[in-house]
């Protein structure tokens, strides 16, 4: 069981939440001028490394808030978590 | 390689056993081969095996890391299907399990192939709507599946509990009378030392650390074991397929999650066929040594542990003992998680990659089952440089043109909770 720092509750179990996907990328402001390779590149290649990742999580039954957090999915050790690039 | 048979049983067990040959021959790596095939899977060894016999391709290595079949080989819970729903995914599963049918023949090895068959059970409004549609479907390809009633499900399984105030009432079921498993080490084994008699060197112990290329050409592969060249590369190590592709520059559109699975004590038989429990995320089988083997859906988040979440077993656990209340007081003997590589439309991944002489074999969440008929149509892009018409349209660049081939048919949860 995963003790998740939200960062606006706090430490919460994990099945209080949702994990979104291991990505920091910004949705393309207009898709129709980016290329088909860059599109999909944003829809479906995500960081599945084995180690350290950024994750976006959803803290479903609490806060409702999205948010990143800093997560190794070797070991499970958690670095952090922050607002940062979900917002 | 002296054949197994009924004779050569007799034969050494008259010479105390001293005479049986050893399975593969476990040869030091050489500096070169036409293919190299990384992972030692069914779906690395089935490869090999297909070069040699398809195509008279046998200057080839697969390469393992750790032992034959240790990964995700190892660690499934054995399910043989071809329940699905795309044009292709149908005809595509279901030559798997012809290839099953006749594998112990094949490989002169017994895989312990049994078709008990499949029950799903039907435990929502929607999940009726979709096996109606699966089954017509199936139907169009000749595939056999059978829509039941809850009496005929009943008959089936005798130990299924019906009560009124079920969580997920029982309405009606499916039935797969072709489905069945197999004992998933043998699977390896017998591609392994088949494709070992026909001259493929299989190399364990032998970790692949990095990926050469010219260019945008593969050239061969750098091990724990020296470096061997090669200028066909095949990667099929499920699980460690993103770290594996990395080493090339390659990105897949994949993440890795723990599919756990668990076995009981053995009990007497009481479960004849495989049996999906939709609405839990839970199914069952039992095994030919009487244990009760489960699985269920993958854990909610990525992990490379091969074990998954307590949370995940418990929910497991608890749609198993609602519906089949008679294990309540079964012991668990064994928990074990393997590593499911979710595809974005829950479809493989066989065929060519953006680097030249590179090729992968991404089962995705059925791996198991279809370990021939991937093996053979990934040899047959190695081989031939085409794509075989039975994985037509399971190309990589097909997210890129917007192509998925969406199915619906893999895993046992048919409702999304959040």
Redesign the interface.
């Known amino acids: 069981m995963l003790l998740i720092p939200c960062p606006h509750c706090g430490l919460r179990n994990e099945d209080e939440f949702v994990y979104g996907v291991a990505s920091t990328k910004k949705r393309p402001a207009d898709p129709s001028a980016v290329s088909d390779a860059e599109w999909a590149d944003f829809l479906y290649f995500h960081d599945n490394s084995k180690g350290r990742v950024r994750e976006r999580w959803w803290h479903a039954r609490g806060c409702q808030q999205w948010f990143m957090l800093d997560r190794d999915t070797l070991t499970h050790r958690i670095f952090g978590a922050d607002a940062g690039e979900s917002a | 390689m002296k054949r197994y048979s009924i004779f050569s049983l007799i034969r050494n067990a008259l010479s105390f056993h001293d005479g049986w040959e050893r399975v593969w021959r476990s040869p030091d790596p050489r500096p070169e081969y036409d293919v190299v095939i990384i992972g030692g899977g069914g779906h690395g060894l089935g490869c090999a095996y297909y070069l040699a016999k398809d195509h008279g391709i046998t200057n080839v290595a697969v390469l393992e890391k750790g032992w034959l079949g240790g990964g995700n080989t190892g660690r499934n819970t054995m399910t043989i299907r071809s329940n699905y729903i795309r044009d292709v995914s149908v005809p595509f599963h279901d030559y798997s399990i012809e290839l099953y049918r006749q594998l112990s023949r094949e490989l002169n090895f017994n895989i312990m192939f049994s078709q008990r068959g499949m029950v799903t059970l039907i435990q929502s409004a929607a999940s009726s709507r979709d096996a109606m549609r699966r089954a017509n479907t199936m139907h169009i390809y000749g595939a056999d599946y059978r829509v039941l009633s809850v009496a005929a499900v009943k008959k089936m399984l005798p130990i299924l509990a019906t009560p009124a105030n079920a969580r997920f009432p029982v309405v009606g079921g499916v039935y797969q009378p072709r489905a069945g498993i197999a004992r998933h080490d043998a699977v390896a084994w017998g591609y392994a030392r088949m494709a070992d008699a026909m001259g493929v060197h299989v190399i364990q112990n032998c970790e692949v650390t990095g990926i050469d290329r010219v260019g945008n050409r593969v050239v061969g592969v750098r091990t724990t074991r020296g470096a061997i060249k090669a200028n066909k590369i095949g990667i099929a190590t499920a699980g460690?397929n993103?770290?594996v592709a990395?080493m090339a520059g390659l990105?897949?559109?994949?993440?890795?999650k723990p599919l756990q699975a668990f076995v009981s004590d053995p009990v007497k038989p009481i479960l004849e066929p495989i049996v999906v429990c939709g609405g839990y995320g839970a199914y069952l089988m039992q095994s030919d040594k009487g244990e009760i083997v489960v699985g269920g859906a993958e854990d909610?988040?990525?992990?490379?542990?091969q074990r998954g979440?307590?949370?995940i077993t418990e929910e497991i656990v608890s749609g198993m003992v609602e519906t089949f209340p008679i294990f309540k007081r079964m012991r668990l003997m064994r928990q074990w998680g393997g590593m499911v590589?979710l595809i974005?439309d829950s479809t493989p991944i066989i065929g060519k990659t953006p680097v030249e002489g590179l090729t992968i074999d991404i089962a995705g969440a059925g791996g198991f089952k279809t370990i021939p008929v991937a093996a053979k149509t990934h040899a047959h892009v190695i081989a031939t440089g085409h794509q075989h018409e039975l994985a037509r349209g399971y190309g990589l660049d097909r997210?890129?043109?917007?192509r998925l081939v969406l199915e619906t048919g893999v895993g046992s949860r048919d409702l999304r909770r959040?």
Do not use: D
């Open positions: 460690h993103s770290v990395a990105r897949l559109p994949i993440e890795t909610p988040y990525p992990s490379y542990q979440t307590y949370a590589e974005p997210y890129e043109k917007g959040v």
